[in-house]
């Protein structure tokens, strides 16, 4: 599965090569792989490449939201150019409830572009995946920019508002059954097991 981000959060194109995002099988899960401009803006979060690095979303990022709509339970994965990474696990609109959660990354940068790799282990999905967006952000103070896959469309814009990636019901229909066949079945997660709905 390929998927370009050629909006802005309300729906404008990028002014520049468009972040892509691919999804694939992988070793007991997911293979996540992002292609993107490397803006070097803001600059390079103070944590070690290869580990967590809380409050990730400040920094030049690309995320990954998988959700299953019914119970609104998700998967939220940033990845950072420099190498850092955040996998958040919500149950509830913004309500996170596991965070933290280690992640095997690779990062190739040049000098304007990088590309990552991430293993997302099957125990990181909430139960019947059903539905995903996409979002960048890069860019310091006014120059901040948040792109979205799946934007809120121009005509639902309200005055002043703000860019909000936890906008769930923008998210599309999605099924890892493209990927991996109709026959397939998403493993349990022993992990969604300790999500109660009342957290």
Known sequence: M????????????????????????????????????????????????????????????????????KTEQYLE????????????????????WKKELALSFKVARGETNWEGTAYLPWSYFPPNVTQFNSFAIHGSNDRREYESLYPVPQH?????????FHRLEYFKPFSFNTIL??????????????ARPDI
């Not at 998927?3 to 892509?20: A, L, M, N, Q, Y």
């Not at 997911?30 to 292609?35: A, N, P």
């Not at 639902?156 to 909000?164: A, H, I, M, S, Y």
């Not at 066949?181 to 300790?194: V, Y």
């Open 2 to 69: 390929h998927f370009k981000i050629e909006s802005t959060w309300d729906g404008f194109p990028v002014r520049h090569e468009p972040v892509c995002v691919r999804l694939s099988p992988g070793d007991k899960g997911v293979k996540m792989e992002v292609s993107a401009p490397f803006f070097n803006d803001p600059p390079a979060p103070l944590g070690e490449p290869g580990k967590p690095f809380s409050e990730l979303w400040n920094y030049e990022v690309v995320e990954a939201f998988f959700l299953n709509d």
């Open 156 to 164: 639902e814009l309200q005055q002043g508002q703000k860019p909000d």
């Open 181 to 194: 066949g109709e026959e397939w079945k998403q493993p349990d997660s022993d992990l969604w097991l300790l």
């Open 77 to 96: 994965v940033e990845l950072c150019p420099h190498g850092q990474h955040l996998v958040l696990l919500l149950s509830g609109r913004r309500n996170v």
